[in-house]
C-alpha cells in the first residue's frame, strides 16, 4: 500500500481520509484501525483535493456537504472500496456511479429519527406561535404596550391538521408526537405506511387533499429527481390561507421562488425551513426579509448525543467495509454483485 508521498506503507493497514473533524471517540474508533488524515478545517474541502485522495486512500468518510459525483468516484484508485456518509440523506453522492465501480456507500438511519423530529415539531411550534419573530420583536425594543390583546397573534396546534410528506421513519416520528398533541394526522407517501395507520391512525391521503386539508403540511422526503420542487407554486396554492409549511428534509423539495411569492402574498400563513435550495443561504434570499419565514441553518439533527451517534455509526460502516463485511447501513445493495465483500 502506498502512503501519502506515495512510499510503500509497512504497517499494511488501510487508510481512511475524513473530510471534517469527527466528535473525539469516533475519531479514536477509526485511528485504532485504520491510518486516518483528516480535513482540518471547517469549510469543506475543495473538490480537487478530495479527487487526490480517492486516488489513494482505501476509504471516505464524508458529510452531505461533500458533492461526490461521477468525476470524483471515477478518480478513485483501484484500491478504493467505500463512502462513508455521515448523514442519512445521501442526495450528494452518485449512488449509481458508485454502484458501477463497486464501491460501497453507507449512511446514518435511525439514530438520528427522534432528533431530526423533535426538531421538526420545535419548528413546526416556533412558526405556529411566532416564537423567533417574538423574540425579534422584544430585542429590537418594539414591546411598548405591556400585554396587546391583539399582539403577535399565531395559530393554535392542539387539535389541527399536520399533513406528512413521507411516512418513513422520521415522517412516523413526528406523527407520534402530532398524537400526542391530539391533532388529525394526514400524510402522502409513494408507499403506504400500515404501522402509522394503525398504531396512530394516520390517513394515508393524496398529496392534493393533504395539501387543501392540513393546517401544518410537514417534509420528510429525500431529495430525488421526482421530490426535486414537490412544493411548487400550484401546490402552494392549494393550500389553506393559515397553513403553515415546515421543512426539514431537503432544500430543493421546496420552490423557494414559489414559495416567497405564496408567503408575500398570503396564499400561505408562514414557513418554517431548516434547508435551503444552497446552503449556506445567502443572506440576500429574499425569503429572510419576511417576518413569517422561521429560519434555521440546517441543524435538525444536531443535539449533541445524535451527532456523536452519527459519526460512531459512520466508523462503523467504514471499518465493516474496510475488514470486508457486509456494513450495516450499505445504500447500494446491488454493488455486492459487482464486488461482493472481501478483505
Ligand atoms: C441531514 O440532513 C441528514 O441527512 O442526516
Redesign the pocket.
Known amino acids: 500500500m502506498l502512503d501519502r508521498k506515495g512510499c510503500v506503507e509497512l504497517s499494511g493497514r488501510k487508510r481512511v481520509y475524513v473530510t471534517r473533524r469527527l466528535p473525539e471517540e469516533a475519531m479514536r474508533m477509526l485511528k485504532l484501525k485504520f491510518e486516518v488524515e483528516v480535513w482540518p478545517e471547517e469549510m469543506p474541502p475543495p473538490k480537487k483535493v478530495i479527487i487526490e485522495k480517492v486516488k489513494e486512500v482505501d476509504g471516505l468518510i464524508c458529510l ?1 456537504t461533500e458533492k461526490i459525483d461521477r468525476e470524483v468516484i471515477e478518480a478513485a484508485g483501484s484500491q478504493f472500496r467505500g463512502i462513508s ?6 442526495d450528494n453522492i452518485d449512488i449509481e456511479a458508485a454502484t458501477e465501480r463497486g464501491i460501497y456507500v453507507t ?2 438511519p435511525g439514530v ?1 429519527t427522534e432528533t ?1 423530529a423533535d426538531y421538526a415539531f420545535a419548528l413546526l411550534m416556533a412558526v405556529a406561535r411566532r416564537i423567533a419573530e417574538a423574540d425579534r420583536y422584544v430585542r429590537s425594543g418594539r414591546w411598548k404596550v405591556p400585554w396587546g390583546l391583539m399582539m403577535l397573534l399565531g395559530q393554535d396546534v392542539w387539535g389541527k391538521t399536520i399533513g406528512i410528506i413521507g411516512m418513513g421513519r422520521i415522517g412516523s416520528a413526528v406523527a407520534r408526537r402530532a398524537k400526542g398533541m391530539n391533532m388529525r394526522i394526514l400524510y402522502y407517501d409513494i408507499r403506504r405506511n400500515e404501522k402509522a395507520e394503525r398504531e396512530l391512525g394516520a390517513e394515508y391521503v393524496d398529496l392534493e387533499t393533504l395539501l387543501r386539508e392540513s393546517d401544518f403540511v410537514t417534509i420528510h422526503v ?1 431529495l430525488t429527481p421526482e421530490t426535486r420542487h414537490l412544493i411548487n407554486e400550484e401546490r402552494l396554492k392549494m393550500m389553506k390561507r393559515t397553513a403553515c409549511l415546515i421543512n ?3 432544500g430543493p423539495v421546496v420552490d423557494e421562488k414559489a414559495l416567497y411569492k405564496a408567503l408575500k402574498e398570503g396564499w400561505i400563513w408562514a414557513a418554517g425551513l431548516d ?1 435551503w435550495e444552497e446552503e449556506p443561504t445567502s443572506v440576500d434570499n429574499p425569503l429572510l426579509e419576511l417576518e413569517n419565514v422561521t429560519a434555521s441553518p ?1 441543524i ?2 444536531a443535539s449533541i448525543a445524535t451527532r456523536t451517534k ?1 459519526a460512531i455509526m459512520a466508523v462503523e460502516n467504514m471499518t465493516a467495509i474496510l475488514e470486508g463485511r457486509v456494513p450495516p447501513n450499505l445504500v447500494n445493495k446491488e454493488v455486492l454483485k459487482v464486488r461482493p465483500p472481501s478483505r
Do not use: I
Open positions: 452531505l456518509q455521515v448523514a442519512v440523506g445521501f449512511n446514518t438520528l431530526t429525500p426539514t428534509s431537503r434547508v440546517h435538525a439533527s452519527m
